[in-house]
């Protein structure tokens, strides 16, 4: 902006009858003192100050720069198509294989805007002001009342709408060309055509689609292929900044003009939280009327199986353990395919929580083992603490001990980092937000010294506001023989607390408690309650390393656990059920 060359505009400002102006980027006059910007702009006088270039040349450059100062006309569904396209772009970069874009994603996407009637079908609803036209010839009448078929060309990342149109639109089948009015395409509120109506939307029986919910759509396609990243590692990838999430918008193209309303609805300043987007899982999934996804079985990395082996190497725990775990699954019924394999359609239509089911296993192995009641663990310790001394030689016997002194060393250097880059994290985007089209120049300048500041201080305390960006990786913490610092209990023997009956290894301890004694009613939103002042020391530290593990609350996690135990010990829950019914009656008489 040059307040120098605009010295020769002397025209009052018809907002504030100020005579003091500049000049934006796009050479349009500004007022100063109230920002209004006019539709003005500064003619060149002096030709001759350009070399070899024709006065033609430069009027077909402000041509240009106007057009793409007005931009694309689009929905916000497009808006989500673009987010959805780049997360699948992203988890294909993570190993995904192409399919997931090419056909679940893609299809899943067509079958929501056909639900929500906003493409693939007679009557998209747009607003009742303004007047949409599809144009037929470009799906046949087939189209309208089948079932959204995959597609192999989603290449276009969002649906063309208006009058400008790519080169290469007419040789692929895309998604329905929609033609605005004129009436839409100037919008002082919002960047899209729809921006301000989309925020004010609600209709009975149609999910909304919001930045959680590309998530969802993320996952449910995950889980149709079957493939090995969980919930909770999408949600970790989206925080590393793996998946765009955040700030996503600020990839749109530079046609896609973005503000106003269009920032409430694109614009997230929050971390996804594991169960808000479980829940819209199930809600989505519902909503589409999915069929009944391709079966769990025990060669799938979804199997509490394979996902128990998974946790039991990230949280240092004996290779042994695994076989206690896999009793535990095969007694429960957790890795009977029915059970595992989600089924929208279902009449209680809900999905495992595979992750947090397996590390609920981990913890009953655990409290089978250890009681973990704050007095066994220590004694089988020092138990093991003594033989290992002694037999320096051989197979040494896990000591629960050492296990908690090196876990909480680590798990506390870790979180207190995850803690401080979610401190400094920079939730602003690079490309800038403005609530109108006028307010642009004077939003762009102030980022402009927002920068500038930035970078001065960042020069004086010889530091850079950047962190490094993470590579991607399934295990949050390694663990390997050759480390000397950190010990590793991968190979450590469970012979201590073993003991044989037979030709059978049983546990020494024959005790258990059980961590929920009563659940809630079926009207009450959530299983049980968790206080942590009613359990052991020992229960909480194990709760909390795999709830910090999985980004998840405490009690979520202790749910999970007592619905394991609930099927584990059937025997105990109806004795439980019985005497309450029993002491019910007594009462009444």
């Excluded at 192409?98 to 998209?124: D, I, M, T």
Aim: hydrophobic share 35%; charged share 30%.
């Amino acid at each position: 902006m040059d307040l120098v060359e605009a010295e020769e505009f002397k025209e009052r400002c018809t907002q504030c009858a100020a005579v003091s102006w500049g000049l934006t980027d796009e050479g349009k006059y500004y007022c100063t003192s109230c920002h209004n910007v006019t539709e003005i702009s500064k003619e060149v006088i002096n030709t001759g100050a350009i070399p070899n270039t024709k006065i033609q040349a430069i009027n077909r450059g402000l041509k240009r720069k106007r057009k793409l100062e007005k931009g694309w006309d689009w929905y916000v569904c497009e808006g989500f198509q673009y987010v959805l396209c780049q997360q699948a772009e992203a988890l294909k970069t993570l190993g995904v294989g192409p399919e997931l874009k090419n056909e679940v994603l893609h299809n899943f996407w067509k079958r929501y805007l056909q639900k929500s009637k906003q493409a693939y079908c007679k009557n998209p609803i747009y607003t009742s002001r303004r007047k949409t036209v599809v144009l037929e010839d470009n799906l046949s009448h087939s189209d309208w009342e089948s079932e959204p078929e995959l597609l192999s060309d989603f290449s276009l990342p969002f649906v063309e709408s208006g009058a400008e149109s790519q080169s290469d639109v007419t040789t692929q089948k895309s998604f329905p060309v929609i033609k605005a009015s004129q009436s839409e395409t100037a919008s002082v509120c919002s960047g899209s055509l729809d921006g301000v109506e989309y925020s004010r939307r609600k209709e009975k029986g149609i999910v909304k689609m919001t930045m959680p919910r590309t998530l969802a759509f993320c996952y449910l396609s995950l889980l149709w292929q079957r493939e090995t990243i969980t919930l909770s590692d999408l949600l970790r990838f989206v925080e590393e900044d793996h998946i765009p999430y955040i700030n996503s918008f600020q990839h749109f193209p530079e046609e896609m003009k973005l503000y106003g309303r269009d920032k409430g609805i694109f614009a997230i300043e929050s971390w996804p939280d594991y169960e808000d987007i479980y829940k819209k899982i199930i809600e989505v999934a519902t909503f589409l009327d999915l069929p009944r996804f391709p079966d769990i079985t025990e060669d799938c990395c979804l199997h509490p199986n394979i996902l128990c082996m998974k946790y039991l190497m990230e949280v240092n725990l004996p290779d042994e353990m695994h076989n206690l775990t896999c009793q535990v699954v095969k007694l429960t019924g957790i890795g009977e395919v029915d059970f595992l394999t989600f089924d929208p359609i279902a009449k209680m239509a809900k999905t495992v929580k595979y992750d947090i089911q397996a590390i609920a296993i981990i913890i009953v192995v655990l409290k089978l083992l250890f009681l973990l009641d704050d007095n066994l663990e220590w004694s089988l310790s020092n138990l093991a603490e003594k033989h290992n001394e002694k037999n320096k030689e051989d197979k040494p016997w896990f000591d629960f001990r050492k296990w908690y002194q090196v876990m909480k060393k680590t798990v506390d250097e870790k979180k207190q980092k995850w803690e401080e880059a979610r401190a400094k994290y920079l939730w602003k985007s690079e490309k800038p937000l403005y609530h109108s089209s006028i307010d642009k120049s004077v939003v762009y300048k102030r980022r402009e010294m927002v920068v500038n500041l930035q970078k001065q201080f960042s020069t004086l305390v010889d530091s850079t506001p950047t962190v490094e960006k993470k590579s991607p990786s399934s295990f949050q913490f390694n663990w390997s023989e050759e480390d000397t610092d950190r010990t590793c209990f991968h190979g450590h023997s469970l012979q201590g607390i073993l003991k044989k009956k037979g030709q059978l290894l049983t546990t020494k301890n024959s005790l258990y408690w059980l961590s929920t004694q009563k659940f809630c009613k079926s009207y009450c939103k959530h299983v049980t309650t968790y206080e942590e002042s009613n359990y052991s020391l020992s229960y909480q530290f194990i709760l909390n390393l795999f709830s910090f593990l999985l980004r998840i609350k405490t009690s979520f996690l202790h749910e999970e656990v007592s619905l394991v135990e609930k099927r584990l010990f059937k025997a105990k829950y109806s004795k439980i059920k019985k005497k309450s019914s029993r002491s019910k009656k007594v009462r009444r008489y």
